[in-house]
């Protein structure tokens, strides 16, 4: 199954935004059951990366290999503008509103609708319509903090190997886990065999079973570490040993299983 980048967005957006915002909420509907906001935020704290937001924001994500185009514009201008009537009666708040769009990249037609845009700072945009929308470019972005998390999550592919050349070379641990778990392929042509076998030895597990879930995290980096780093009984009590089955498979457990064995057994030979 291909990976689900829109969803994957919103609840990063969710998690770094709800540390900054009097409330945020994710898949918002306006005019009817079949458009949706990506997020929604309210009251956000004017810090960090989003500094520049308003107190209503409207956000749109794309995925990384994605160009945000005109048509992409529009359909977001009027979901934006459904969101203010239904919530708050119009253009009576449009002058607190804006909407956000994050992309790798966007269409020269959407740089220069309805006119030249305003450079908020390199990497961000304000097109000069009513309600404003910000454009964060994540290829543009300066490859420095607090950019850094936009630029792995949303960027192309080619940009994501300038990031992990700067995390190599810099040393910034703290972004080896995202990078080794969402955009391996670039890591993989960026660092050599023996940085990636530092990158899995440096993964948080605990930190990636909250961000990803312990299936997902079991699938990557196998049973046996995370067994090692949480415990079999948080395995178990976690997800339940039919969940565990059914998500993983019998077979794949069975031969996880016997590869443990076999090291073990490789082990006890060595002591002897």
Not at 18 to 38: C, I, K, N
Not at 158 to 178: C, D, F, H, S
Not at 192 to 197: D, V
Request: hydrophobic share 45%; charged share 30%; proline share 4%.
């Amino acid at each position: 199954m291909a990976f689900e980048w829109d969803e994957h967005q919103r609840e990063l957006l969710v998690k770094w935004l709800r540390r900054r915002a009097g409330r945020v909420e994710a898949q918002v509907p306006v005019g009817g059951a079949t458009m949706f906001l990506d997020a929604l935020v309210e009251h956000p704290l004017r810090s960090g990366f989003f500094d520049f937001l308003p107190d209503w924001s409207a956000i749109e994500n794309k995925a990384p290999a994605d160009s945000f185009g005109i048509r992409d514009l529009l359909r977001f201008l009027g979901k934006l503008c459904l969101g203010l009537e239904s919530r708050w009666g119009g253009r009576c708040f449009e002058s607190k509103a804006a909407g956000v769009v994050i992309a790798a990249k966007v269409t020269r037609e959407v740089r220069d609708w309805p006119q030249k845009p305003t450079l908020v700072r390199a990497g961000i945009l304000r097109l000069g319509c009513r309600p404003a929308i910000f454009l964060v470019l994540a290829d543009e972005l300066p490859l420095r903090e607090p950019n850094l998390p936009i630029i792995l999550h949303y960027a192309s592919h080619n940009r994501v190997k300038e990031l992990v050349r700067v995390v190599l070379n810099q040393q910034l641990t703290r972004y080896l886990m995202p990078l080794y778990m969402y955009r391996r392929e670039a890591l993989r042509e960026v660092a050599s065999e023996k940085e990636i076998e530092m990158v899995r030895k440096a993964i948080d597990i605990k930190s990636a079973i909250e961000d990803l879930g312990l299936a997902r995290v079991i699938e990557e980096v196998g049973l046996d570490r995370v067994i090692e780093e949480v415990g079999l009984d948080r395995v178990i009590a976690e997800i339940g040993r039919d969940r565990l089955c059914q998500a993983l498979g019998p077979e794949w457990i069975l031969e996880q299983a016997a590869e443990i064995m076999r090291r073990r057994g490789n082990g006890a030979a060595r002591t002897e």
